[in-house]
């Protein structure tokens, strides 16, 4: 593969920059870690990025072996843009790289967070040893995004769409996520933008299981 700028270092480190190094390619991966997505889905979660630029890192990506693009089949027949399982091993990467960001020293930019940053900091402020012995399903409802939050063993995984059955459900907008998640705001005080069905022990034991420091 060739990129734009490449190290032109053996060392396994700057191979790996060479595939993910260039601006906006972790971003992608980021918003592709939980399910596919459209080029207009990724368009819409990456504003920032110009068309050409994000047409460019998709191609790198792509021909990197760390995406790929295929066709859904009826009703949808639209492409769409997937990780590969190489590309699902920069999950662990992203998690730890979200915990580093925390402790940055550079200020907080005032844009909003997406949805897909949003559930990537769930699982970066999440303390495993916290989690004990529960063992549940959520359904996490963000407006048009719906997810499927799957705990056991002492591990979170998250995907892109509704479980066929929940133990506990949860609907807000991106702000009451961002306030139970990274804020640690308490449910009660989140108010109307916030509803929980069905097992509220087992939600209450993610909540408490996340760290807001």
Avoid at 42 to 50: E, I, K, R, V
Avoid at 105 to 113: D, G, H, N, R, V
Avoid at 187 to 205: K, N
Wanted: glycine fraction near 10%.
């Amino acid at each position: 593969m060739t990129t734009a700028r490449t190290y032109g270092d053996p060392c396994a480190a700057a191979r790996a920059l060479d595939l993910v190094g260039e601006r906006w390619a972790l971003m992608i991966v980021r918003d592709l870690l939980f399910g596919p997505k459209r080029y207009s889905d990724l368009q819409s979660g990456l504003p920032n990025a110009s068309p050409t630029v994000l047409s460019q890192r998709l191609r790198d990506l792509e021909e990197g072996g760390v995406i790929r693009r295929r066709k859904l089949g009826p009703p949808a027949r639209a492409w769409v843009y997937e990780l590969t399982e190489w590309g699902h091993d920069l999950e662990p990467i992203l998690v730890h790289l979200g915990r580093w960001g925390r402790r940055s020293p550079l200020k907080e930019t005032t844009a909003s967070l997406g949805i897909d940053s949003l559930m990537l900091a769930l699982k970066s402020h999440l303390d495993p040893a916290r989690l004990g012995d529960l063992d549940a399903t959520f359904l996490v409802d963000v407006g048009e995004d719906v997810f499927t939050l799957r705990v056991s063993g002492g591990e979170l995984t998250i995907r892109r769409g509704e479980p066929d059955r929940w133990d506990a459900a949860l609907r807000t907008d991106p702000a009451g996520l961002k306030a139970l998640v990274i804020d640690g705001t308490p449910p009660g005080r989140i108010g109307e933008r916030l509803e929980t069905t069905g097992d509220g022990a087992a939600l209450q034991r993610l909540l408490d299981a996340l760290a807001t420091e």
